[in-house]
């Protein structure tokens, strides 16, 4: 049986619609159990605070969360050495909501103060994502039968049964960063206009763009 194998292309740009600030508290403190209850307690500053924004405790998700060992360099004799400072905690965690530019500079005034002095990153997603994927993927296969007809009409050749559908599932990123750093609580000023109160976040961001490909094997008569 003759086979034409074709890879179709799909193509979309998406308006983001919901906002994504990460977060990430870090500390060094001397004991294990010190690093440990000091996350604890940040971590629990951060949520009282975004709670004052109609978030629930569940909706700061955790990305990450490390305790690990920090040495410092001292001089003995002439000799640089190393010795233990402490211990290092890092949580990393993201919060999303509806883009609102008005809530978001009031979340990132209350941060900018938060005691805990947080560092923090603000991207722009699509509430849906699986959505965004399937029209991918249903752009994708009609390209590659647009393809495959023009080929198969060019040589003169039928189109017959689909024999395979063949998926990668390649992972599609659907998270745009105007601000592409992360902003430390004494940077805000230099990066917003301070407002009664809340952080006026002149930021528009772009589309999304994003693609997907599909590979479509036809019988061919």
């Not at 709670?51 to 305790?67: A, I, M, N, Q």
């Not at 992972?171 to 992360?182: A, C, F, K, M, T």
């Amino acid at each position: 049986m003759k086979t034409l194998r074709i890879t179709g292309k799909g193509n979309a740009k998406v308006r983001p619609d919901t906002t994504r600030i990460t977060i990430t508290l870090t500390g060094v403190l001397p004991e294990y159990g010190e690093a440990l209850k000091k996350s604890s307690e940040d971590t629990g500053l951060l949520r009282k605070l975004l709670s004052g924004f109609g978030f629930e405790g569940s909706d700061l998700k955790t990305l990450g969360f490390s305790v690990d060992t920090a040495y410092e360099s001292y001089r003995d004799h002439g000799v640089y050495k190393d010795r233990l400072a402490g211990y290092t905690w890092r949580h990393e965690m993201k919060v999303e909501f509806d883009s609102d530019r008005e809530r978001l500079g009031k979340i990132l005034y209350a941060l900018a103060r938060c005691p805990a002095k947080p560092e923090f990153r603000i991207s722009y997603t699509v509430k849906d994502p699986e959505a965004v994927k399937n029209e991918l993927l249903i752009k994708a296969v009609a390209d590659a039968r647009a393809k495959a007809e023009a080929l198969a009409k060019a040589a003169d050749l039928a189109l017959g049964d689909i024999q395979t559908v063949e998926y990668s599932r390649s992972r599609i990123d659907l998270e745009i960063s105007p601000v592409n750093r992360s902003i430390e609580t004494g940077d805000m000023e230099k990066l917003v206009k301070l407002d009664a109160g809340a952080f006026d976040m002149d930021v528009e961001p772009d589309d999304i763009k994003a693609s997907d490909a599909v590979t479509v094997v036809w019988e061919i008569k």
